[in-house]
């Protein structure tokens, strides 16, 4: 809804920059305000979440960075990590499987009412390839060990561990990714409320208030034109990043350390 709205708001941005909205055939000047005014409304919790989304990857990405070094350092052999057993839970669980953990609940549509004894039988079947997993990530893989599914799980957990640091730096990137679209939303929200204010109040009526303040001692002409600027710079640069993320990822990406010929 707040995307749509945003949206919206933009065919009265676009207008102005042709003038548009110097006539009386989409509502003038106050049609492009109430727009603006709608899109700052919209923008508020686009700005929060992406906040909120930006520290949560980067914690995620932390949790996957330890886990993928604790699960490297013992080789798959959860039994000789400290506190091995807490590191499976769901989450940790899933980074255990090359490619992730997909249960069959999560691929498939729900089952109707007369297959409920299918879809037990499914359930039974996933619990017990849990079990199986999580026991033989438990055990110790050494040389007295000739389980070959102890050593088969545990070589799948060492290879999903690589895997996994490279996930693990992925997250991060989009994690400060949020916070950069953040810094350039924040920007263009600032920009345009200055619009806004200096519609509704003149220069006299703000002088010396806190909203007047926001101006940051220019004119409402400068600040109006400033905040424009600033609103419609910020929204040309931003999708230039979106857009340019994925070369910024496969730059960031560290080089394969070269090994010497003996």
Known sequence: VNVFAIGIS????????????????IGGLQGLIHALTVMEIALVPLLYYMLKDGYSKILKSARMAAFAEGLSSCGGDLSKAAGGKDLLNAEGYGWTQKGGWSPFWAESASLSPDNIAAEEKMLAKEVEKVESTVSALL???G????DKNVKAVQKAAREAAEDLKEESRKEAFEGYMEYLYFLLNGIAFYGYLLGVICYYFDDDYLEGTYTGSLKLGMSNSDSDWYGNFAGDFMWTVEPIFILGSP????WSKPKAKKVKAE
Do not use: E, P
Request: net charge negative; hydrophobic share 45%; aromatic share 22%.
């Open 10 to 25: 933009f065919f009265w941005l676009f207008a102005n920059s042709w003038h548009v909205t110097d006539t009386d055939w």
């Open 139 to 141: 055990k110790d893989g």
């Open 143 to 146: 040389k007295n060990n000739d």
């Open 247 to 250: 070369m910024m990822l496969s």
